[in-house]
């Protein structure tokens, strides 16, 4: 079992953040944030973390349920979240609260305003985004759980893969598989493309039947405690023609350049040039069309973001993904994905699945 996370430490980093920000407290609307921060899981609620407990706002619902998952918070039942909200900075004498600006809704601030009149409110500094960026014991743990259940739910899942068998009806296996291996759930919508659909980066699985001769892109993941996997493997249907085996080489070694460039204290824009580098001068730059990768945790797509416009830094235990691809418009894509926890001594690549190119079918 996954270690019990350090929820305090978690709220100790955050109220350093408090500290600098100008704020007397910070409002959490995140589901994800305070679940980190508290470990509460229900599907509502807030979070207001000041100098003292942090105090844990639910309706009726979740009274039990946050009692026992949050044993470091203040519980609090409220009938009208926003006047909860309001009677709780009132009680801890706060005048000026942060909050999320990417979840706070033009409607809930103005609710909140017209509750709390005395309060100034101020969006939280950006670098708040960036919390839950490196990841603990337990965290490493849930996302290597997760991993294991998706991998063998692919492994099992194969043997399904053949000509004239529907997109849709792999990623329904895929993902029963996922699920009867002990998923809480995919992570995302599974993404199966075969054909000209896998030069979709984020095609959805339809009727099309695959083919002999198709590049299939399978992009999943699985959830367990909360935490997310993320992989893609590209296979080749049937047969790989020289066509197919120069393209997969290709995105490939982008894959690998990028992954040799993955240590502690080097720009996230970096790790995408290594890989851009390769695609570019190979001709095919303007086909690959997003970012090379991005951190996974509660949520499949968190800070860091792997991209040329990043200004994050790597440290040591974030966990990331590494995903260059080529998108041929009528004939095919590739990309070639994993999940990496940055170490002192540079990537060490969590996922499973041999990222050798594959023929199947």
Known sequence: MPDKPSTAHRVSRLRALLRRSGAEAFLILDLKNIRYLTGFSGSDGALLVGAGKPVLLVDGRYTTQAAK?????????????????????????YGKAGFEPSV?????????????????????????????????????AHIRKAIR???????????????GVCELDVA????????????????????IASGPNSALP????????????????????????????DETCTFVIGRAGKRHEKLYALVKEAHDRA??????GVLCRDVDAAARTVIDQAGYGPLFSHGT?????????????????????????????????????????????????????????????????????
């Open 149 to 163: 259940i998706a991998t063998g739910a692919l492994q099992s899942t194969l043997a399904a893969i053949r000509p």
């Open 69 to 93: 998952e949050a044993p470091g918070a203040r519980v609090v039942l409220y009938g009208d979240k926003a006047t909860g909200i309001a009677d709780a900075l009132s009680a801890g004498g």
């Open 172 to 191: 329904v296996e895929l993902e029963y598989a996922m699920r009867k291996k002990g998923a809480e759930g995919p992570s995302f919508d599974t993404i």
């Open 259 to 264: 992954l040799a460039a993955v240590r502690p």
């Open 293 to 361: 990768g991005h951190g996974l945790g509660l949520d499949v797509h968190e800070a860091p973001r792997l991209s040329a416009l990043s200004e994050a830094v790597l440290e040591e235990g974030m966990v990331i993904t590494i995903e260059p691809g080529i998108y041929l418009p009528g004939f095919g894509g590739i990309r070639v994905e994993d999940a990496i926890l940055v170490t002192r001594a540079g990537a060490h690549v969590l996922t499973e699945f041999s990222k050798k190119l594959q023929v199947i079918g």
């Open 202 to 229: 984020h095609a959805r699985p339809g009727r099309r039947k695959i083919r002999a001769g198709d590049f299939l892109v399978v992009d999943y993941g699985a959830v367990s405690g909360g935490y997310h996997s």
């Open 104 to 140: 706070m809704t033009v409607d809930f601030l103005g609710a909140l305003k017209r509750k709390a009149k005395k309060v100034r409110w101020m969006p939280l500094p950006a670098e708040s985004g960036s919390i839950r960026a490196v990841k603990d014991s337990s965290e490493i």
